[in-house]
């Protein structure tokens, strides 16, 4: 089975700050690969899919990036509002096969 | 819009079977082009896919549960449902119920249920 890492676990960054998560898969994965984003008590909220491909409605400040095992996720000027933890997924169909990643914190500083 | 409402369980006891629906509205899981997923994520921990339920009625687990998992579809009420026997406190959780985008991003969970309660304690 695949095996998704992110890191770092937690980051704190300011106000303004270019912001980079990292997922590392356990084998390639192609560009089978989502991110979402996840406020305290809330519902998870898709922000990428096919490792670059930006959700509609969701900032342009936010950018996903990588192929095969080593992915990132960016946040160009981070704001307030994007205190929340981001999560990495792998998905394959035919049959499906899911993993999310352990999470990354994201606090302002 | 679509919108997913999951049921309530509430407290369940250790051994007892965990059962919840997801019902849809905005969307119709007869017209196909769409998986309906159950989610769970543990306090404090990460997201942890359960299973998936495609158009056609095939239904796919996370190896880690399959043993005790069993969705299905009722398509008269447009809704689908979860099954999880046998639960202990490992299984003590928030569920979610959700949609990918369409046939060709199967995975991609783009609507999300507000998500359940369900706690395992004698």
């Known amino acids: 089975d695949i095996q998704m890492t992110q890191s770092p676990s937690s980051l704190s960054a300011s106000v303004g700050d270019r912001v980079t998560i990292t997922c590392r898969a356990s084998?390639?994965?192609?560009?089978?690969l989502a991110w979402y984003q996840q406020k305290p008590g809330k519902v998870p909220k898709l922000l990428v899919y096919?490792?670059?491909t930006l959700q509609s409605g969701v900032p342009s400040r936010f950018s996903g990036g990588g192929s095969g095992t080593d992915f990132t996720l960016s946040i160009s000027s981070l704001q307030p509002e994007d205190v929340a933890t981001y999560y990495c997924?792998?998905?394959?169909?035919?049959?499906?096969?899911?993993?999310f990643g352990q999470g990354t914190r994201l606090e302002i500083k | 819009q679509v919108q997913l409402q999951e049921s309530d369980s509430g407290l369940i006891k250790p051994s007892e079977t965990l059962s919840l629906t997801c019902a849809v509205s905005?969307?119709?899981?007869?017209?196909?082009?769409?998986?309906w997923s159950w989610i769970r994520q543990p306090p404090g921990k990460a997201l942890e896919w359960i299973g998936s339920?495609?158009?056609?009625?095939?239904?796919y687990y996370n190896k880690s549960l399959k043993s005790r998992v069993t969705i299905l579809v009722d398509r008269s009420e447009n809704q689908f449902s979860l099954k999880l026997t046998s639960v202990t406190a490992a299984d003590t959780a928030v569920y979610f119920c959700?949609?990918?985008?369409?046939?060709?991003?199967?995975?991609?969970?783009?609507?999300w249920g507000l998500g359940t309660v369900v706690s395992v304690s004698s």
């Open positions: 905005g969307d119709s899981i007869n017209t196909g082009g769409h998986s």
């Open positions: 959700a949609r990918d985008k369409n046939i060709w991003n199967h995975g991609v969970f783009d609507v």
């Open positions: 997924q792998y998905y394959k169909s035919a049959p499906p096969e899911i993993t």
């Open positions: 084998q390639g994965i192609n560009n089978n």
């Open positions: 096919a490792a670059s």
């Open positions: 339920i495609y158009h056609s009625g095939s239904s």
